[in-house]
């Protein structure tokens, strides 16, 4: 969860395995590519000659087979143009829109090899030499759209160029590393909040807010943390302490919104009440407000379980102003004078 993007709803902490293997992959294009590097010549000669290519048998140092095992993710990532058809697999690779194994599935099970390379399957003057025959009737329909594509693709004495699917010109490991964390569709909630000029730890404090990972007293509970009591402490109903109620539901929290004229939904939870109450407060600046009293709330209990200090509504919304005064030293100095005019508005 927290080594999602900031974009994707996480913190952004770097997963090291996925990076890890983003870095490996940088090995696999300079091989793929055959760059003039020394190690990639002598891979080639020493494995890969005579159009053998690498496949599910790994072969080599323990170094080399670590990079092959991220060998299918890369090529899942990248688009070949074929030059010489040197290093991609007839079969197997996607040297045209897709993978001939998946575009001719009942025809690629008549063939002889499947690990074989496009330049050597060009190469045969006999279709005898690539597939087994005779071929059934259902296979044989799928022969001729293959013969086409055998027909347009003319091959040159030039490297084959392996390129990320992006579009991009060269692979770099901060894209792959991207590709292999995955695109996941998020509430845009998460982009509001680190969009605030609010101070990182309160953005931080949202965040775990809005993922239920706060260590209020249910969670606490979830963590077999013995406690006298796990219900709310500020409003004494017997209600468990849960995000939704010490935040949104408890009688003192809707009085603190209330000082400032907004409402929160029941029953509902953060992420519902977040989006109500940026309705209710018609301006680009919602999220610190909103962030802002989710902090002095979490404050008020907090001065309450550790130190036994009761604070107040009219004290409670003294120190969301005074987090909101705070937060104006973060602001563009082009918004500054318009951010204080929004604060005014709330008194």
Not at 337 to 346: D, G, H, K, T, V
Request: aromatic share 12%.
């Amino acid at each position: 969860m927290i080594c999602k993007t900031k974009e994707q709803g996480g913190l952004g902490v770097i997963n090291l395995e996925l990076q890890n293997q983003a870095l490996l992959m940088k090995n696999l294009d300079k091989f793929l590519n055959k760059k003039d590097i020394p190690w990639v010549q002598l891979v080639w000669e020493k494995h890969y000659t005579n159009g053998k290519l690498p496949s599910t048998t790994k072969k080599g140092s323990f170094w080399w087979r670590d990079n092959l095992k991220l060998l299918q993710p890369f090529k899942e990532m990248a688009s070949i143009q074929v030059k010489s058809g040197q290093s991609c697999l007839f079969w197997r690779d996607k040297w045209t829109s897709q993978t001939l194994e998946f575009q001719f599935p009942q025809l690629c099970s008549f063939a002889k090899n499947r690990n074989i390379s496009v330049s050597k399957a060009l190469s045969f003057n006999s279709l005898s030499l690539l597939l087994n025959l005779p071929l059934s009737q259902t296979v044989y329909e799928q022969l001729t759209p293959l013969l086409q594509i055998i027909e347009e693709t003319a091959l040159v004495p030039d490297n084959d160029i392996w390129t990320f699917s992006g579009g991009a010109k060269n692979f770099t490991s901060a894209m792959a590393y991207r590709k292999l964390l995955g695109n996941h569709n998020i509430d845009p909630i998460f982009k509001w909040m680190w969009k605030s000029y609010c101070q990182p730890k309160l953005k931080v404090f949202c965040w775990l807010l809005v993922k239920d990972r706060l260590s209020t007293r249910n969670i606490l509970r979830r963590k077999h943390m013995i406690l006298q009591s796990y219900s709310c402490e500020i409003c004494s109903s017997g209600t468990e302490e849960t995000v939704e109620h010490l935040f949104w539901g408890c009688p003192f929290a809707q009085q603190c919104w209330g000082s400032i004229n907004l409402h929160t939904v029941q029953d509902a939870d953060s992420v519902e009440n977040v989006k109500a109450i940026r309705i209710q407060l018609h301006s680009t600046f919602f999220i610190n407000a909103i962030i802002a009293m989710l902090w002095t709330i979490w404050k008020v209990r907090n001065e309450l379980i550790f130190n036994s200090s009761q604070i107040g509504i009219s004290d409670a919304k003294a120190l969301f102003f005074q987090e909101l005064r705070v937060t104006t030293l973060r602001v563009k100095e082009s918004l500054t004078e318009q951010f204080e005019q929004w604060i005014q508005s709330l008194q």
